[in-house]
Every structure is written in structure tokens, then in C-alpha cells.
């Protein structure tokens, strides 16, 4: 299935379901949403179907209500196990302020004695969906159809507390038993919750013109435009109205931008997230209507054509071998190579993509190959014993360039090998890509090298909603400078982690990609190169989902190994050094 059938066979109403007018005093529509919690672990609502339900509570730090609620709420959580041993309920808090501190987030659950996940909702858009009010304010929530069953309140004192807890717990109790909610929700006791965005926008209505237009040229343009490999193009705001409930989806539940990386860890040059103000802004707008103003429409002005070569006439040009592509049905990796008979070593600076077919070419990644190394299957090409990962192209990423003062030695007896994948666009093509390769003759300050982290001994077993594997890098042998790191693996992939463990142990958590999308194989880019010392190793983590709340998972009843097809998966976390000479 291709990227657009997945998003068009997508049910109108799953999207509509997020419309806050929709929202009634017996059943409220909520919608999907995802959020990380205070140890930077993904949630998803609608990936909790397995569950039999999904209780959140609202709460904050150094406030009496949520400490009476959440003990309320472990009161309730332990009389129904008690009760139905076999029941499977999800337990979540919902962090109430916005742009929250996560250090202050995990000292407040620590002193409330609770490990459960404390979500964190900077932009508050989470909040203001489910019209969250106060603290205390508790949603039994179903996961598959992301509706609010029971919406009630904890956190009062004395009697009232316990008319509280008794009213939630009469509520789980019907859920569990597929009867409707019948119990009456108690009245929200709890401190009012403060909206800073939000009471920002009511004083200053949002403009199309000025606020949501640039902020989508600037964000998302890049990729969605005519035959690229977004599904539609944002070219004009009647575009942007019609899918304003997918955007709003996509958004909510951390689709899109693609390729997020978790804010609170690491100086990155990209995290892909929009900043808090613009997602509670976007939302914000969409929910009042996404009307336009003023008669200009940015999105509708004609954009210069884009260049081949930002950087200029490469010194070589690489042809990738053409590819014919199907108008339909999925097409597995590709192996190629191509051969660059260089006169002598040189020194490469920087790597541009001129892509033949934007709307197929999903990733292309560059190896440098020792180019008398026999090939005897095209897994040969790839093979680390004898090509080096350089770079890989990904949509809105035109350009790699190395860090300056910082160079990639190819040598002579290199040539390039590729591993392309591509996606179907509906008609057929044949895709001529080009690579420009960008030499310096001076040599440079730092050496640009690749630590290739691989588990090839992954066995993911059927079902597993949570498998976890690790591998670990020997201790290098000299100083280097961590530049940037590109983890790659197929659809099972849910997160990577990777973790400097220094030569006095100590541990410093280096990425956290807590919702990896095999869709979006991304570089991710240090502002200041990292130091670490001679003897630092380095740990890797990626964690799959095998099961079947999994939905880019192609069959959760099989076992999955190690292979390059993307039926199978990998483990390979590409980490960019600068080595100085």
C-alpha cells in the first residue's frame, strides 16, 4: 500500500472526530492524540486498542487537588483489579501547564510516589480538546474509537472526594462490562487550568495571511508541492481548508512534521516539532474554521524553480541507474551502484541531490564501495567490511554538507553503491536521479568518519509489543566529535535511543527518536559537535512492535529477523565523527 492509499482510505469521520464542536455533554469526541511522557517515551492513544480502556487524569506540581486525586485514583485502580483481575486499563496523567519543564515533571511524580506516564502537553492542544478546566479533571477514554465514555473530576476533600472516586469507579465498572455510562459525573473541584496560548489568540484573532501561511511555507512547503512525495500540494488556502481535519489529525497524533526527535534531549539543528506556539496556534485556527484573510493568498504565489545544485556545479556528477517504477503496489529496496574511477584520493565536502521523481524517490542512501571487492549477491553492495555509509537523501533534504573544516576522505579505489527505496505514485515513471559530489583540495582540520552500530542477530518474536535490542560500539581508540546521527530501520522500529557510556561510566543520553517512522529515515544534526573522550563507547536501543496496535506492522504473526527486504527489519545506527587529523 502506498503513502497516499494509506492516507485516503482513512474513515472521514476518524478525522472529523477531533472537531471541538462536536463535543457533547454524554459521548465526547476527542480524536487520536500522542504525546511523550516525562521520560521521553511515546504515547498513543489509538495505540492502546488492545487495552479495555484508557483513564487520564489532569494534574500539576505543588498542588493539593492532584496529589488527593491521584491517590483517589490508585484507590480505584487497586479495588478494580481487586474486583476484575483480568481487566486491562491504561493509567495516564496529563501534565496541565504549558511548556513544562521535564526534570520539574519527573520530580513531581516522584514525590507523589507514582511511576505512571505523566504526559506532557506543551502547546496544551491535548487539553483544550478534551476541554479539560481543572485539575483533577479524570476521562475514561476508549481507544479504538477515541471517544470520551465518562468524563467526571477527583481531588475534592473529605465526602465529596469519595463520592468522587465511587462515581469513577461505578463508570469503569459499566465500561468494563460493554454497558453504557450511566453513572452522573461529579463536579470539577479542582484550580482552574491556565490556557496561556490560548488566551493569547482570543485576544488577537490568528490570520491565514500572516500567521498560518508563512508558518507552512516554512514548515511543510517543501515537501507537499506539485508531484512530490507528499499526497497534495499546499499551494493555495482552499487546499489547506479542505484538509484541515487531516491536518489537524496528523498533527495531534505527531505524524507530521515527520521525523520528530525529542526536544528535551540534545542541542539539534532540527527537531522537526513544531514549537508549542505554532502547533496551539495551528490547532487553534483550524478549530475556529481556518478561515482566510486579506486578498492576498501567500501559498498561491508562484515559486521561484527550484535549483538543481544549491551549492553550485558539482565537481562530479553521479548518475544513478534509472529506475522504472510501477504506477501501483510496493516496491522492495534496490541495490545499485556506479562507478566514479577517480584519478586520486579526494577530499568531499558536501553531497547534493538532484531527484529525477519527486513524488517516488523516498530515501536514497550513499555507500563508498572498495571497488574491486567481489559481489556476489546485490547484499555484497552494502557489505560494511567494504563500503562506507557517506550520506542519504531523504524529501526536503537537498543537501549534506559536512561541518566546516571537516572533510570525507573517497578514495580512489572507491566507487558509490546505493540503497534506494521508492514508493508508488499512482502512474508510471522512471526516476533519474543524480548525485553531486563537492570536493576541496585542501586537506581538512577534521576527518568526517561513520561508526556503524549493528545488531544482525535481531529476532523480534510474533506479537511482541515491546522488543527491546542493544548493541554497543567498542571503545574508541582516540578523541572524537559526534557530528550527527541517522538511525535507520524498517516498520517494526518504534524508537531508538543512543547513550554515551564515558570511561568513568557515566551514562549521558545522546538522541532519544521516541517515535521512529520507517517513512521518514532522517539525519539529525548536532548545533556543536559533541566531544567524547578516548574510551567512550556507545550505546544503541531501538525498540520494535511486533504486534498489531503496530500500523505500519506488515504481519504481527511472524517472527522477524535481520535482512535488507523491508519485510524484514534492521538495526543500524549511522553516527557521523569528526576525527581531528
Not at 534 to 559: C, F, H, I, K, Q
Amino acid at each position: 500500500m502506498t503513502m497516499i492509499d494509506r492516507i485516503t482510505r482513512m474513515p472521514l469521520i476518524f478525522v472529523l472526530a477531533f472537531v471541538s464542536t462536536m463535543l457533547t455533554d454524554s459521548v465526547l469526541a476527542s480524536g487520536d492524540f500522542a504525546l511523550l511522557d516525562q521520560h521521553g517515551r511515546f504515547h498513543q492513544l489509538s495505540r492502546y486498542a488492545g487495552h479495555d480502556t484508557v483513564v487520564t487524569m489532569v494534574v500539576a506540581d505543588d498542588d493539593p487537588t492532584s496529589l488527593r486525586a491521584l491517590t483517589a485514583l490508585q484507590q480505584v485502580q487497586q479495588s478494580l483489579h481487586q474486583q476484575n483481575p483480568d481487566a486491562d486499563i491504561a493509567y495516564l496523567l496529563l501534565y496541565a501547564g504549558a511548556n513544562p519543564e521535564r526534570a520539574r515533571v519527573q520530580a513531581m511524580a516522584e514525590a507523589m510516589g507514582t511511576d505512571l506516564p505523566v504526559l506532557l502537553d506543551a502547546a496544551q492542544i491535548v487539553l483544550a480538546t478534551l476541554q479539560a478546566g481543572h485539575l483533577g479533571d479524570v476521562y475514561v477514554l476508549d481507544p479504538a474509537s477515541q471517544d470520551v465514555l465518562f468524563r467526571s473530576a477527583l481531588g475534592a476533600e473529605g465526602d465529596a472526594g469519595a463520592a468522587q472516586a465511587e462515581a469513577l469507579q461505578q463508570a469503569l465498572a459499566e465500561v468494563l462490562a460493554d454497558n453504557a455510562v450511566t453513572v452522573a459525573a461529579s463536579a470539577a473541584t479542582g484550580p482552574a487550568i491556565d490556557f496561556p496560548y490560548q488566551r493569547q489568540w482570543q485576544t488577537r484573532p490568528v490570520s491565514y495571511q500572516q500567521d498560518i501561511a508563512p508558518m507552512l511555507q516554512r514548515r511543510c512547503a517543501h515537501c507537499h508541492v506539485e508531484e512530490g512525495l507528499a499526497p497534495w500540494a499546499m499551494n493555495r488556502h482552499l487546499m489547506i481548508l479542505g484538509w484541515s481535519p487531516m491536518i489537524r489529525e496528523v498533527v495531534m497524533t505527531r505524524r507530521m512534521p515527520p521525523g520528530q526527535i525529542d526536544g528535551y534531549v540534545g542541542n539539534w539543528q532540527q527537531t522537526h516539532e513544531l514549537p508549542p506556539e505554532e502547533l496551539a496556534m495551528l490547532i487553534h485556527w483550524i478549530d475556529q474554521g481556518a478561515a482566510q484573510d486579506g486578498d492576498v493568498d501567500p501559498l498561491a504565489e508562484t515559486a521561484p524553480d527550484a535549483e538543481a545544485w544549491p551549492l553550485g556545479e558539482p565537481d562530479l556528477i553521479v548518475e544513478v541507474p534509472a529506475q522504472q517504477l510501477p504506477a501501483t503496489g510496493i516496491v522492495d529496496f534496490l541495490l545499485e551502484s556506479a562507478e566514479l574511477s577517480l584519478p586520486e584520493d579526494k577530499w568531499l565536502r558536501a553531497v547534493a541531490y538532484d531527484v529525477g521523481d519527486k513524488s517516488v524517490l523516498h530515501s536514497l542512501m550513499i555507500y563508498a564501495r572498495e571497488a574491486s571487492a567481489p559481489v556476489s549477491s546485490e547484499t555484497d553492495l552494502i557489505d560494511p567490511a567494504v563500503s562506507e555509509y557517506v550520506s542519504i537523501f531523504v524529501p526536503g533534504e537537498q543537501v549534506d554538507a559536512f561541518p566546516e573544516g571537516a572533510a570525507f576522505r573517497l578514495a580512489a579505489n572507491r566507487d558509490l553503491a546505493f540503497k534506494i527505496r521508492y514508493l508508488t505514485s499512482g502512474r508510471e515513471t522512471v526516476d533519474r536521479t543524480r548525485i553531486g559530489l563537492y570536493f576541496q583540495d585542501q586537506a581538512p582540520v577534521n576527518v568526517v568518519e561513520t561508526l556503524v552500530i549493528a545488531n544482525e542477530t535481531i529476532s523480534i518474536p510474533a506479537g511482541a509489543a515491546e522488543h527491546r535490542e542493544i548493541a554497543r560500539s567498542e571503545p574508541l581508540a582516540s578523541a572524537v566529535y559526534l557530528s550527527s546521527l541517522s538511525p535507520h530501520a524498517h516498520g517494526r522500529a518504534q524508537s531508538m535511543q543512543l547513550t554515551a557510556i564515558y570511561p568513568d561510566g557515566e551514562r549521558q543520553l545522546i538522541a532519544n527518536v521516541a517515535n521512529y517512522n520507517f517513512n521518514w529515515q532522517l539525519t539529525y544534526r548536532l548545533q556543536q559537535p559533541l566531544l567524547l573522550p578516548a574510551g567512550t563507547r556507545l550505546e544503541a536501543e531501538t525498540v520494535y512492535d511486533n504486534s498489531l496496535a503496530n500500523p505500519l506492522n506488515a504481519d504481527p504473526e511472524v517472527r522477524v529477523e535481520w535482512g535488507v527486504s523491508d519485510q524484514d527489519e534492521m538495526f543500524n545506527h549511522y553516527v557521523r565523527f569528526l576525527r581531528p587529523r
